[in-house]
């Protein structure tokens, strides 16, 4: 994938500060329907999120003369092993599982050394193995279920960097994926800086939003704001920028 032009680091430290819910407001607006992987969840609680860009793998059903289940991890299927010793710093392994939960699509030995090779997290719309020694990493792992049973007895891994789906949406190698406590949106690489600035400007407004409804504004001008609702935003944006900042930088 080398003629994947770069993401500027501005763009990756952008998409940190916001959540999936606000990038699948942007993504809609640019007509991007459905990037949400529904039914994935975080595997433990010792992470809030992630960025990377996605490095695909696909699964497909195993067959008994292709993966024999006496000897299944000598068969030359070396696929697996490949993708977690050539993924790098900032990465994320997407499996796609084809939704099939009857095995998993890692457990922890293979998610630790990608860890360890920096990669940012593991994604799959089936399941993974070894659910509390996953959940005990502290990195972000995504599934649908956790399952003790091993890959070889379900799946045979047929491809890496190639466009799959995960959770029925497509994801493309060099995609970028966010995460959170909520979930994974996939952005479409060649847009991720048009919509990282315009993210962050909507998180804030919307915090600032919610603030509002939880003082007991009512929703009808505040959310969506109309024009008098924007206007004191800005004048409150404005108000807080002269205010003096910390040494973090944040405003009193």
């Given at each position: 994938m080398t003629d994947l032009q770069p993401v500027p680091d501005e763009v990756f430290a952008q998409l940190r500060r916001v959540s999936t819910a606000t990038l699948a407001t942007q993504l809609y607006r640019r007509g991007i329907r459905q990037p949400f992987l529904v039914g994935l969840s975080p595997v433990g609680d010792g992470f809030d999120g992630f960025v990377g860009e996605a490095f695909?793998?696909?699964f497909i059903p195993a067959r008994e003369d292709i993966d024999p289940l006496d000897d299944?991890?000598?068969?030359?299927?070396?696929?697996?092993w490949e993708a977690v010793e050539t993924v790098g710093p900032g990465q994320v392994i997407v499996v796609d599982s084809r939704d099939d939960i009857t095995a998993a699509s890692a457990g922890d030995?293979?998610?630790?050394?990608?860890?360890?090779?920096?990669?940012?997290?593991?994604?799959?719309?089936?399941?993974?193995?070894?659910g509390a020694a996953l959940g005990r990493l502290g990195f972000p792992a995504y599934s649908r279920a956790i399952t003790a049973t091993t890959r070889p007895a379900s799946f045979h891994v047929a491809d890496l960097q190639v466009p799959i789906g995960c959770a029925g949406v497509a994801v493309y190698p060099g995609d970028?994926?966010?995460?959170?406590?909520d979930g994974i949106i996939v952005v479409p690489r060649a847009i991720a800086a048009e919509i990282a600035g315009p993210s962050v400007e909507q998180e804030e407004l919307e915090d600032w939003l919610q603030q509002r409804?939880?003082?007991?504004?009512?929703?009808?001008?505040t959310y969506p704001p109309d024009e008098n609702t924007r206007a004191e935003y800005a004048a409150w944006r404005a108000t807080r920028a002269e205010r003096p900042a910390d040494s973090n930088g944040v405003h009193a």
């Open positions: 695909t793998m696909r299944p991890y000598r068969t030359g299927n070396v696929l697996q030995m293979l998610v630790t050394r990608a860890m360890r090779r920096g990669a940012a997290a593991f994604v799959t719309d089936g399941a993974f193995r070894d970028i994926l966010v995460g959170d406590r409804v939880r003082d007991g504004a009512e929703l009808w001008g």
